[in-house]
Structures are given as structure tokens and as C-alpha cells.
């Protein structure tokens, strides 16, 4: 059995100090020996140059960097020159997503969907990119139903896709249930699982709403009797999120792709937990 890989998502930083800071986190993580660091692209490409800077400087230092690419406001022009400089520079891991179209933005760009994206980045550069796409075990939250989601997402695998990593998730049956939807409609590309890992209750109720994951009630109600309580909404999270991870890797996730919010120690912790097979 070979030991499960793990990967790490940032995003790009705005100010000096969160490049020192974002810097110093990599370094904590790149001692795991990450299979790649992913870089996030902002709504409608608002932190291209930044996403550029950050993920030539990861290269730089020896890791793999994946940098996120959105068909939102984006043109086949623009796409186009952004895969030259990436291939200029080495990059070869590309993380293909739809994204979702920035407050007062009308036009939705070229490409409407992600399958769009990964046809015409194999189309522009054949197998030269790895290519991930999204995944959504428990449902993307604009999706008619689960069966129509199911279809959007073998589109992209159709495409050209050559693994897929999910939306974070608090119900591992949920990606069991993916999977095995996955294995039954012939898609046999790789399905990493997202982790984000449990610091703020606020926080993390906020992105749940905007991206569609679920908070399963009994993991609310506990985190919500912890008040402002943040080190006993931290220990808890990282007891509840490590449980999860020792159960996606030993019913065979490949690997485990942690949204790390620029922070080196919630991960790390729940590294230290998992009880590893190297």
C-alpha cells in the first residue's frame, strides 16, 4: 500500500507581510513532502498577477505549484497567454474551475463551464498540463439535481481532466458515495478530498454558505456551544477533522488536498494525528 499524498491550497497574498508570512508557511509545509501547492485565482481574474508572482516563487523553491484558472471574465486571448508564461516558467499543474462571477460583473467571459476550459487547454497545449478539476461529493450548490451535477462533472472528465479534487466536506460517506457513483459511470481519474480544517465557527459557517458545503447539525450545535470559546472550538475541530482524515485514508482516498487559509499549524496538527502507513 503506498503511503497517501497531501497537497496544500493557498491564495495569493495582498500585502508584504502576507508574502513573508505565506513564505514562512510554505517552508512548514514543504518539510511534508507535498505532491503540489495550489494557488488561488481571484473572482473574474482579480489577482492574476499576484496568483503569477506566488506561484513562480513556490517553483522557485522546489515544489510543484498548481495555480487555479477560472473561465469567469476570462477570454480564449487572455487564457491562451497565461498557459505560455506558465510553460515558459515550468508550470505544469493547472487546477481548471468555472469560479464564480464577481458582484456586479455581466459578462460571464468565453467560457461558460470548466469542461469548456480543460477542452481548450488540451486543445492549446495537448497532455503538456496536469489538469484537476472540481468536485462536489455532497452537490454543487446551483446544480438542478444530483444527477445533473453528476453529468457537469464527467463533462470535465471527458474533456480532459486528469484528477479531480472535491469541496471540503464534514460527512465522509458523502465522498464514499461520490466515488462510487464515480466508479459506476466509468470515471476512473483520481479523487482527492478537500479538507479544510475547523479554527472559527463564524469563518467557517461563511464559506459553507457561499460554497454550498454542509455543516452536518450535530458538528453545528457542538461548535456552537463552544461561544467564543476559540481554543476549545480549535481542539474540538482538529479531534473532529483528524476522525475524518484517518477515515477517508483508510477507505482509500488517494490523497487529501487541505485549504489552508494561509495558516501552516491547523494542518500540521492534523498531520501529527493521522496514524500513517509511510
Not at 479523487?191 to 459553507?208: D, E, K, N
Not at 479531534?239 to 485514508?249: E, F, P
Amino acid at each position: 500500500m503506498s503511503a497517501p499524498q497531501f497537497s496544500f491550497e493557498f491564495y495569493p497574498p495582498k500585502t508584504p507581510e502576507g508574502a513573508i508570512h505565506l513564505q514562512n508557511v510554505q517552508q512548514q509545509l514543504a518539510l511534508l513532502n507535498p505532491e503540489f501547492f495550489s494557488v488561488t485565482f481571484g473572482a473574474g481574474g482579480s489577482t492574476r498577477d499576484k496568483t503569477f508572482e506566488t506561484v513562480i516563487d513556490i517553483q522557485k523553491h522546489g515544489i510543484a505549484a498548481a495555480p487555479h484558472l477560472s473561465c469567469v471574465a476570462s477570454t480564449k486571448e487572455n487564457i491562451r497567454s497565461i498557459l505560455n508564461d506558465y510553460k515558459q516558467h515550468g508550470i505544469s499543474k493547472i487546477v481548471a474551475l468555472r469560479g464564480d462571477l464577481p458582484s456586479g460583473t455581466m459578462s460571464a467571459g468565453e467560457f461558460r463551464y470548466a469542461n469548456e476550459l480543460v477542452d481548450f487547454i488540451r486543445a492549446e497545449t495537448g497532455d503538456y498540463f496536469d489538469i484537476h478539476v472540481a468536485a462536489y461529493p455532497e452537490v454543487h450548490p446551483q446544480a438542478a439535481n444530483g444527477a445533473e451535477d453528476f453529468k457537469n462533472f464527467k463533462r470535465k472528465v471527458d474533456a480532459g481532466a486528469n484528477a479531480a479534487v472535491t469541496q471540503y466536506f464534514y460527512n465522509a460517506e458523502a465522498y464514499f458515495h461520490f466515488v462510487e457513483q464515480c466508479e459506476k459511470g466509468g470515471i476512473t481519474i483520481p479523487i482527492v478530498a478537500g479538507i479544510m480544517p475547523i479554527t472559527q465557527y463564524s469563518q467557517l459557517f461563511r464559506f459553507s454558505e457561499m460554497c454550498g458545503a454542509d455543516i452536518p447539525r450535530w458538528l453545528r450545535k457542538r461548535l456552537e456551544s463552544f461561544g467564543d470559546n476559540r481554543e476549545a472550538i480549535q481542539e474540538f475541530g482538529l479531534d473532529v477533522v483528524s476522525r475524518l482524515c484517518q477515515q477517508l485514508l483508510d477507505g482509500g482516498a488517494p490523497s487529501l488536498h487541505f485549504y489552508t487559509m494561509n495558516q501552516a499549524a491547523p494542518s500540521l496538527a492534523i498531520l501529527k494525528n493521522l496514524t500513517l502507513r509511510t
